[in-house]
C-alpha cells in the first residue's frame, strides 16, 4: 500500500479524507503542524503529500518551498480555501504541483491524489543534452559548465521532452502530459507558469539556449 503525508489542521476534515483514501488502498499519515511535517519527511519515505495552507504554525506553502530547497521532489497539492488566480499562481510558484480549493468533493481529492501516485520522475543514469545544457535526472539538476540549479518534478519532465525533441517543436499538449499525466486535469496557465521558472533558471545558469514559443506549433529549444 502506498503512503502520503496529509497534513491538515481540521480534526474531521482530516479523519474524512484518511477514510476515503484507505478505501482507495493509499495509507495516510496525518499531522496538523508545518514543524511536524518537516519531521516526518526526515524519518519516512512518502509517495506524496497533501499540504493545507492555513495552519497553525503558519502558511502550508512555506513547507512546501523548504522541502523543494533542500532537494525534496515529492508530489504535492495543496488544499486551500483561497481561490483568487494569485494564490493559484503562488501555490505553483512555491513549487506545488497541485491544488485543490475548499470546499471539495473526496471523490475528487481522492482522484487527484491518484494523479499525483501516477507522476513520480522517471529514475535513470542517461544524462541528455542540447548545447551547453545537460539534464541529470537522478539529481533532479539542470546543468550548464560548472553550475546547475535543483528542477521540480514538473520542470524535470518539461525540460526532459524539450531536450529529446532536439529542437523540434514539442506541442502544449504534450509538454502538459509529460509534467501532469494524460489524466490529471491541468489549470490553463500551470505549464505558463513552469516554462516561466524554467527561463528565468536557464538564463540564471548563463546558457545560450533558449525555449522558443512557435505560436500554433508548440515550444521548442533553440541555441542563440
Known sequence: MQRILLIEDHPRLA????RALAQAGVECDVLERIDQGWAALQSQAYSAALVDRGLPDGDGLSLIRRWRDSGQQLPCLILTARDALHDRIAGLEGGADDYLTK?????ELVARTRALLRRAPEQTTLEP???DLQVQPHKALLVCQQQSVLLPRTELQIMLTLIKGAGDPIRRSALEAAAWGLQEAVTPNALDVALHRLRKKIQTLGSSVKIQNLRGVGY???AL
Open 103 to 107: 470546499p471539495f468533493s473526496v471523490e
Open 129 to 131: 543534452r542540447f548545447a
Open 220 to 222: 521548442a529549444l533553440e
Open 15 to 18: 479523519s474524512l479524507i484518511k
